[in-house]
């Protein structure tokens, strides 16, 4: 936020001003209040007398201390949140959609707050930025507004019609624990944990250590929205330290990360028997075929490329182009590549903002430097950008990419791709298919009804037509998720909120029973119900 922008909410301004250089720092005028940081650290769960600083990838400033929680504070909080849940599962699904749709007016209303402080610590355009609050007021509404469609008991056809009568519950698994990542601090610490409250069940939260503010200042929405403070809490520290706790503890787990880290989640949870959604890695191809309008998928690909500086689970890092139009298409995505803007700064008009940390921007060097070792093509891109902040790196387009280098099939979760040609669409998707990924695809034609046909053969839980990942990812109603190594379980829609409620089958009988009646020897009784099910049939029952 700026001085010439101010927070519109009438909230609390996280900002304050600084001595100003803005020739050679514009983020240098401004530094996270004390008293804002305080507010928000004191909605952790954290005795254990030790704390992490955090600084910002804009400029490498420090913001904030977080104090750390033990292995007895991840106990505590388990112990708050049954308690707290015990009590939630018996309030109205009434009143849990109401605070759900007080939340959605929240985060509209203080997004400026909310984005100031996504942008400090994760280093994302504003614009990118924005997506965090704006996926946030879609969950929040879609689950607000269909908490009776999904969560309602349900009738069943009945064995014997008229006499068996069968209801199906949703009851709540009791405690989540929710582990979530950096790279949309903001969105990813609540959606997942938005249907886990409405459905009746309390979360406890580790969000990642280098983006608490973002997941603390969410909870804090929460609690203003109405939603028992106790419900929802927050632990800081170390996955590999926490993660055992969380997960030994936790009735369900959403994790949302690497492929690597998932795989102990998921053994975790097995040894167990829990269940868990996992969100993984993906290497997402983009697929323009020979119809396409090229300025429409230009654009997109830039989008699907670039958005958040490639850190987003659902980017594309493979662009396959038909012959036809490779040149015309590379000749307007170069283009519009070249054309971006990238800065530090929380105003509008970045095209692109910062990696969050040394350790990505070392991936992605290493990355394009042994692809153009071994013989790729830069034709956009290319450098680290030291003078616009510590882990700038232009976004990147690399032609003549090969198996042999490590960006081809590992996941580089920056801002580069790599272009390949195509003349046979079915080898296009088998291309696309190739490796243990399966997260999001995106295929542009102008033919809607092809491309959909394709999306059929393509192996990714979510496929775009026409768009880089904002259809599926917006539209709250489907699911979303990974097939293969990209993950398992989906968020969103009915199997985002039945992740988190067990189905429980009540059968009232009436009149008869199932076993031999008045005197009815066994095999009269088998003989009987042999041809009641005949019968059944005949009259086309299920």
């Known amino acids: 936020m700026s001085a010439q922008n101010p927070t519109s909410s009438g909230g609390a301004n996280p900002l304050a001003q600084g001595p100003a250089d803005p020739e050679h720092d514009p983020t240098a005028a401004y530094a996270l209040e004390p008293e804002y940081v305080e507010s928000l650290t004191a909605r952790l769960l954290a005795t254990s007398g030790t704390s992490v600083q955090v600084s910002s990838p804009l400029n490498g400033a420090p ?86 469609q999904h969560l309602d008991t349900q009738r069943k056809l009945g064995v014997v019609p008229g006499l068996t009568r069968v209801e199906v519950n949703r009851v709540p698994k009791g405690v989540v624990g929710i582990i979530s990542p950096w790279n949309y601090p903001f969105t990813m610490a609540l959606c997942d944990g938005l249907p886990a409250l409405l459905a009746g ?12 503010l973002s997941a603390l200042l969410a909870a804090r929405l929460l609690d203003e929205a109405g939603f028992p403070k106790d419900l929802w809490q927050v632990v800081a520290g170390p ?110 008009g970045n095209d692109m903002g910062s990696l969050i940390s040394q350790e990505q921007l070392d991936t992605v060097v290493a990355h394009v430097d042994d692809a153009v070792a071994k013989g790729a093509r830069v034709l956009a891109g290319g ?83 026409n768009e880089a990942f904002g259809a599926t990812f917006a539209s709250i109603d489907s699911p979303m998720g990974g097939m293969r190594e990209s993950g398992m379980g989906r968020r969103q829609g009915s199997e985002g909120i039945h992740r988190y409620t067990e189905s429980q089958s009540v059968a009232t009988q009436r009149l008869i029973r199932f076993a031999p009646m008045f005197g009815m020897s066994d095999e009269a009784y088998a003989k009987m119900m042999s041809a009641n099910l005949r019968l059944m049939k005949k009259l086309g029952r299920a």
């Open 63 to 148: 913001l904030a201390h977080i104090p750390q929680s033990s292995d007895a504070d991840v106990a505590e909080a388990f112990a708050r949140a049954r308690r707290a849940q015990a009590v939630w599962a018996r309030t109205s699904l009434d009143e849990r959609a109401a605070m759900l749709l007080r939340l959605h007016d929240l985060v509209l209303d203080r997004q400026d707050e909310i984005i100031d402080l996504i942008v400090w610590e994760s280093g994302k355009a504003r614009k990118h930025a924005f997506d965090e609050p704006l996926h946030i007021a879609l969950t929040a509404r879609y689950y607000g507004r269909t908490a009776h």
């Open 383 to 465: 450098k680290a950008r030291p003078d616009l902040g510590p882990y700038f790196f232009e976004p990147t387009i690399l032609e003549g990419v090969t198996p042999d280098m490590t960006c081809f099939g590992h996941e580089t979760f920056g801002p580069v791709i790599s272009l390949y040609r195509f003349h046979d669409e079915s080898d296009a998707v088998a291309r696309a298919n190739e490796g243990q990924y399966g997260l999001n695809a995106s295929i542009y034609s102008q033919d809607g009804a092809r491309a959909r046909a394709l999306a059929r053969e393509v192996k990714c839980g979510t496929v775009n037509i």
């Open 239 to 348: 996955g590999s330290q926490l993660g055992p706790s969380i997960i030994g503890r936790a009735d369900y787990i959403c994790f949302t990360g690497s492929t690597a880290t998932g795989k102990l989640v998921a053994k975790g949870c097995a040894e167990r028997l829990i269940g868990a959604s996992l969100e993984l890695g993906g290497k997402n191809p983009l697929l323009v075929l020979r119809d396409a309008d090229l300025e429409k998928a230009a654009e997109g690909a830039v989008r699907a490329s670039f958005s958040n500086a490639g850190q987003l689970c659902v980017s594309m890092e493979r662009l396959f182009v038909a012959d036809q139009v490779y040149d015309r298409f590379v000749e307007r995505f170069v283009a519009r590549t070249e054309a971006m803007t990238l800065g530090a700064t929380l105003e509008w």
């Open 201 to 212: 069940n309390a979360v406890v939260a580790k969000p990642d250590a280098q983006t608490m």
